[in-house]
């Protein structure tokens, strides 16, 4: 069984940054693609971020260029580095493990609590 913690979020003005934590317990993290994700209030939750677990990453395109996911194997961790913030931003932070297979992002339920981003205008 895989346990996730997030870990990171707070408060912060537009423009600013944050970067986010996602602690893994449970064996196979280096082998797993993980990923990041957000849900605003009244809104489903989408994909943000993943990385694999050979490095390669993907981004949905309103976080391109500010948003940076990296994996430190020897820590079982997982991290979003989120630069030029946006009140648009504001949601509950997810990471989870997933694969992706032709093409496509096939998530595992290993959901965490969730991390809270605001950022204020």
């Known amino acids: 069984q895989v346990h996730l913690v997030e870990s990171g979020g707070g408060l912060v003005q537009a423009g600013g940054s944050l970067r986010l934590s996602c602690a893994s317990s449970?064996?196979?993290?280096?082998?797993?693609?993980m990923a990041w994700y957000r849900q605003a209030p009244g809104k489903q939750r989408e994909l943000v971020a993943l990385?694999?677990?050979?490095?390669?990453?993907n981004y949905t395109d309103s976080v391109k260029g500010r948003f940076t996911i990296s994996r430190d194997n020897a820590k079982n961790t997982v991290y979003l580095q989120m630069n030029s913030l946006k009140p648009e931003d504001t949601a509950v932070y997810y990471c989870n493990a997933g694969f992706l297979r032709g093409g496509r992002w096939y998530e595992y339920d290993y959901w965490g609590q969730g991390t809270q981003v605001t950022v204020s205008s």
């Open positions: 449970g064996s196979g993290f280096s082998i797993s693609a």
């Open positions: 990385i694999t677990s050979g490095y390669s990453t």
